[in-house]
């Protein structure tokens, strides 16, 4: 069956401190990915995505993430992070050959200290 | 309207009662979809919506229903809640399904 894992549950990174969060997934077939942020009691931002190409996307805020076919990753970095950045990242992972149906990881909580 | 509202903000419910949550986009997006999400569980499929007129089962169908009449309303209904159904659910469209998907601010539900 089609997983995805964010291996850190909690990750505390120092203000202007590089980032980065881990996704890797298990699927039988060529995935499509995406990384999300939800900040407290609010929806799904989409940070950036993956479809077919060039392998290190960038995205929004400085976000950027590198998808690896023979590690089956999607990892999302940032070189300096601001406090603004605390919040929850989703990465998310799809496939045509599995009716594009979304799977989301458990997610990961940024805590930024000043 | 711009983009996915939802409606209640928040809801406490009596288990037993029925209830339904409103989602509506203004994008006149084919694909639409609703999620739960819990505390280290991420988001699970509930139901989808391909194109209006039509609707498929996700991971966690039991216990809801859904309908698609029209492009921009996609109602989520408990017939009769009960307290696993306490959760934060989202609401969220695509283009088309496989696209990204843009998120509504959520209807947390308490059912007691």
């Known amino acids: 069956a089609q997983s995805v894992t964010q291996p850190d549950i909690h990750i505390t990174v120092s203000e202007g401190a590089s980032l980065e969060l881990r996704c890797n997934y298990s699927y039988g077939a060529t995935p499509y990915l995406f990384w999300y942020v939800q900040s407290p009691g609010q929806g799904l931002q989409l940070l950036l995505k993956y479809f077919s190409g060039d392998t290190l996307v960038q995205g929004i805020k400085g976000f950027e993430a590198e998808f690896k076919r023979s590690q089956s990753s999607f990892n999302l970095r940032k070189p300096s992070v601001h406090w603004s950045d605390a919040a929850e990242y989703f990465c998310?992972?799809?496939?045509?050959?599995?009716?594009?149906?979304?799977?989301f990881g458990a997610g990961t909580i940024l805590r930024v200290k000043s | 309207i711009a983009g996915i509202t939802q409606a209640p903000t928040s809801q406490i419910l009596a288990a037993g009662r029925r209830m339904t949550l409103r989602c509506t986009q203004d994008m006149r997006h084919n694909a639409m979809y609703w999620y739960r999400q819990d505390l280290g569980l991420g988001l699970r499929l509930i139901h989808y919506s391909n194109t209006a007129g039509t609707t498929g089962k996700g991971e966690v169908p039991d216990g809801y229903s859904v309908s698609r009449a029209n492009t921009d309303d996609f109602p989520l209904t408990l017939a009769s809640a009960v307290p696993s159904q306490t959760s934060v659910y989202f609401c969220?469209?695509?283009?088309?399904?496989?696209?990204?998907?843009?998120f509504g601010p959520g209807t947390r539900l308490t059912v007691l």
């Open positions: 998310a992972v799809g496939a045509k050959e599995y009716g594009n149906k979304l799977v």
């Open positions: 969220a469209s695509s283009k088309e399904r496989g696209n990204e998907q843009f």
